[in-house]
């Protein structure tokens, strides 16, 4: 099945499966997604990102995190470039999520990174998603 925004579909499985309060997740692995991932665990947002191959595409395992009271650590997570309208940011127009609270995830030629670092390394991109 070809799916025609991979990134949205990574995006709605996390979010119906921390509605859903899930564990886990598995979905099919692409570079792309895997660094999305690898950007929200080491922002604090999911616990742990595993990538196997099963000697087609590969799949992605995302173990998602929760605090004490059962509450998932992504609150809302939304797509912001979309295929049909692609949102390209300079590093002094990315927007800040949430006062600073949460992250905005770039595409940059120097790799798939967070609002913080490419604004340190003064590099724009395209704007892939928000998370708080």
């Known amino acids: 099945m070809s799916l025609t ?3 949205a579909d990574l995006l709605t499985r996390i979010r119906n499966a921390q509605r859903a309060g899930l564990e ?3 979905l099919p692995a692409s570079k792309m997604k895997q660094r999305i991932c690898e950007v929200l665990r080491e922002e604090g ?3 742990e990102v595993t990538a ?3 000697g087609q595409q590969g799949v992605l395992t995302v173990v998602l995190k929760y605090d004490a009271d059962k509450r998932p650590a992504i609150s809302e997570i939304r ?3 979309k295929p049909g309208l692609r949102r390209y940011v300079s590093y002094r127009d990315i927007p800040p ?13 120097h790799g798939v990174m967070v609002d913080r670092e490419a604004r340190k390394q003064h590099l724009g991109g ?5 998370v708080w």
């Open 97 to 109: 999520v949430m006062n600073g609270l949460g992250i905005a995830v770039l595409s940059t030629s």
């Open 52 to 54: 196997k191959e099963d």
């Open 126 to 130: 395209e704007l892939l998603a928000t």
């Open 24 to 26: 886990q997740i598995e």
């Open 45 to 47: 947002f999911v616990r």
């Open 5 to 7: 925004d991979p990134i």
């Open 79 to 81: 797509r912001q470039s």
